[in-house]
């Protein structure tokens, strides 16, 4: 079955860190460039980092950057998010999404989606 | 606030034909694709339309989408009860850099 599945969401304090996993199955992975996107409760989708197939390159929201790594690990169809400096706006579900359509950022899409983690950010 | 402007909501009956906008600018709709996504609350999002109006296998001929200049429109046709979600357009925006999302339009069928 071609899917994504999220995990390492938790409940963390305001300034502490967090590192959140996405593995895929049912197809090629390192084939495709990925994304994470968030949405926090009540609230629209924000996207929040992609990365290219190969890992050479990363793009972030301003929101996150700085703040936050993505990385993947083709070899073991995953992809990863290292959360630092974590905020209270930084609560929400996270989705990994996979991206497709041209080689390039401006031009792709998310065509599977994970079903989510929650991340939740208090004292 | 979004970088996409779509209305808050949108509501028609059963079998009518609903448009839901998104505005954008010259950095993002203006020389991207634009695509859109469909959610239940709750649920993981779902790929609706594609490069401006493209629909994914699957995906019923009662969506369709369109684009001019720094705008976009989804328009569903014979409305369904099913159809109630919530809609996200969604683009590249070149100026940020990033990839960018409506504030999201919930559909309620009467």
């Known amino acids: 079955e071609v899917q994504l599945v999220e995990s390492g969401g938790d409940l963390v304090q305001p300034g502490g860190s967090l590192r959140l996993s996405c593995a895929g199955s049912g197809f090629t992975f390192g084939g495709h460039s990925m994304n994470w996107v968030r949405q926090a409760p009540g609230k629209g989708l924000e996207w929040v980092s992609y990365?290219?197939?190969?890992?050479?390159?990363?793009h972030y929201a301003e929101s996150v950057k700085g703040r936050f790594t993505i990385s993947r690990d083709n070899a073991k169809s995953s992809l990863y998010l290292q959360m630092n400096s974590l905020r209270g706006e930084d609560t929400a579900v996270y989705y990994c999404a996979r991206g497709v359509g041209c080689g390039s950022a401006s031009c792709h899409y998310f065509d599977l989606w994970g079903q989510g983690t929650p991340v939740t950010v208090s004292s | 606030q979004s970088v996409l402007t779509q209305p808050p909501s949108v509501s028609a009956t059963p079998g009518q034909r609903v448009t839901i906008s998104c505005s954008g600018s010259?950095?993002?709709?203006?020389?991207?694709?634009v695509n859109w996504y469909r959610q239940f609350p709750g649920a993981a999002p779902k790929l609706l339309i594609y490069?401006?109006?493209q629909r994914p296998s699957g995906v019923s001929y009662r969506f369709s989408a369109s684009k001019s200049g720094t705008s976009a429109s989804l328009a569903i046709s014979g409305l369904q009860s099913e159809d109630e979600d919530d809609y996200y357009c969604?683009?590249?925006?070149?100026?940020?850099?990033?990839?960018?999302f409506g504030g999201g339009t919930k559909l309620t069928v009467l």
């Open positions: 490069s401006d109006n």
């Open positions: 990365i290219i197939s190969t890992g050479v390159t990363t």
């Open positions: 010259r950095s993002s709709i203006g020389i991207n694709s």
């Open positions: 969604a683009a590249w925006d070149d100026s940020l850099n990033g990839y960018v």
